[in-house]
C-alpha cells in the first residue's frame, strides 16, 4: 500500500490541524495504520493508531484527549484531529500501515511495512 500524508503546518498554540493519511490504488481494509511523529534530534515515537476492520484505537499518554484518530471508509483516509496543540508537538509527522501488525505491536514503528512521507507541524508559542 503507498501513503501519502497531508495536512501539516504552522499554528499557534491551543490551535488544530487535521493530518490525512491516504491510499492509493489500495485499501486500508485488514490494516492497521499508525501516525508516528519525529522531532528534531528525537527518536521516532508513537502518537496514534487505529484497526481499520475494528475501528480498535490506542494513543499515546501525552496526546490522549487531545488527539483523535478516526477513519473515512469511502475515501480510504485515516485522519488525525489535533487540537489544543502544544509547542512540544511540534514534529514531523508519518504515517504508517501494515496488515501484521497485532495490537501489542500497535506502538511499535519496527512493525509497520508502508510509510507515508512526513508533513511537518509546527506549533509556535
Known amino acids: 500500500v503507498q501513503l501519502q500524508a497531508s495536512g501539516g503546518g504552522l499554528v499557534q498554540a491551543g490551535g488544530s490541524l487535521r493530518l490525512s493519511c491516504a491510499t492509493s490504488?489500495?485499501?486500508?481494509?485488514?490494516?492497521?495504520v499508525g501516525w508516528f511523529r519525529q522531532a528534531t534530534g528525537k527518536e521516532r515515537e508513537f502518537v496514534a493508531g487505529?484497526?481499520?476492520?475494528?475501528?480498535?484505537?490506542s494513543y499515546e499518554d501525552s496526546v490522549k484527549g487531545r488527539f483523535t484518530i478516526s477513519r473515512d471508509n469511502a475515501k480510504n483516509t485515516v485522519y488525525l484531529q489535533m487540537n489544543s496543540l502544544k509547542p512540544d508537538d511540534t514534529a514531523v509527522y508519518y504515517c504508517?500501515?501494515?496488515?501484521?501488525?497485532?495490537?501489542?505491536?500497535?506502538?511499535?514503528?519496527?512493525?509497520?511495512?508502508?510509510w507515508g512521507q512526513g508533513t511537518q507541524v509546527t506549533v509556535s508559542s
Open positions: 504508517a500501515a501494515d496488515r501484521g501488525v497485532i495490537l501489542s505491536s500497535m506502538r511499535d514503528s519496527r512493525a509497520y511495512g508502508a
Open positions: 487505529i484497526r481499520w476492520n475494528s475501528r480498535h484505537t
Open positions: 490504488g489500495d485499501t486500508f481494509s485488514g490494516y492497521v
